[in-house]
């Protein structure tokens, strides 16, 4: 079965430091990679996604994502984070067998100090 | 609607109840999908649904949780005989075209406490 790993569970970091979220999944056929955000009081809303083509994916608000496919990982990166920037961040795998199965991970804790 | 509505936003109940959780997905999208979301347990998926059939329910926790769509378009998820791990927060997300991969509209949720 698919699983997707994050292995940071809360990260606090000044502004203008660079991100990296790591995200990790299991699972042997092709894949949809997602990152979704929620910012505090909103709905879950997608910031990226990779189907195929250049493994890297830009989304909204500067944010950036490096599907590779020998490590299973799909990290999510900024250079330099804003206070805005403070939300809770899931990665999530769809597997090309799995149907409309979307399965997240367990969701990292951004919190940027101003 | 302009975006996906669940109902009721708060729901408090006694162990050993019934509940019925609501969702009207976004007009026209074909996909619908609950999920649960507990401290610090991620998003869990219970159910999909496209159009009115169910064709993965493997997330379903256990057979107090039940869901089903109608018209195309309203879902319901109704957990009998509710127990105190089944508090958290129930999230409805639809989408365009399911299995595609499209981008998924969520709720703002359920929160469902059982006392």
């Known amino acids: 079965a698919q699983s997707v790993s994050q292995h940071n569970h809360h990260v606090i970091l000044s502004e203008a430091a660079s991100l990296e979220l790591g995200c990790n999944y299991s699972?042997?056929?092709?894949?949809?990679l997602f990152w979704y955000v929620q910012y505090p009081g909103q709905h879950l809303q997608l910031l990226l996604k990779y189907f195929s083509g250049d493994p890297l994916v830009k989304g909204i608000k500067g944010f950036e994502a490096e599907f590779i496919k020998s490590k299973f990982s799909f990290n999510l990166r900024k250079p330099s984070v804003q206070w805005s920037d403070t939300a809770e961040y899931f990665c999530a795998v769809k597997g090309d067998n799995q149907g409309g199965k979307l399965i997240f991970g367990q969701g990292t804790e951004l919190s940027v100090k101003p | 609607g302009a975006g996906v509505s669940q109902s009721p936003s708060n729901k408090v109940t006694e162990k050993g109840k019934d509940v019925e959780l609501r969702c009207d997905p976004i007009?026209?999208?074909?996909?619908l999908y609950w999920y649960r979301q507990s401290l610090g347990q991620g998003l869990e998926f219970l159910i999909y649904?496209?159009?009115?059939?169910?064709?993965?329910k493997s997330g379903l926790p256990s057979d107090r949780f039940s869901a089903e769509r109608t018209g195309g378009s309203v879902s319901t998820l109704t957990i009998q005989r509710t127990q105190q791990e089944d508090s958290a927060v129930y999230l409805c997300a639809s989408s365009l075209t399911g299995p595609v991969g499209e981008k998924l509209f969520f709720g703002s949720g359920t929160q469902l406490s059982v006392l």
């Open positions: 007009s026209g999208h074909t996909a």
């Open positions: 699972y042997g056929g092709t894949v949809n």
């Open positions: 649904f496209q159009g009115n059939s169910a064709p993965d």
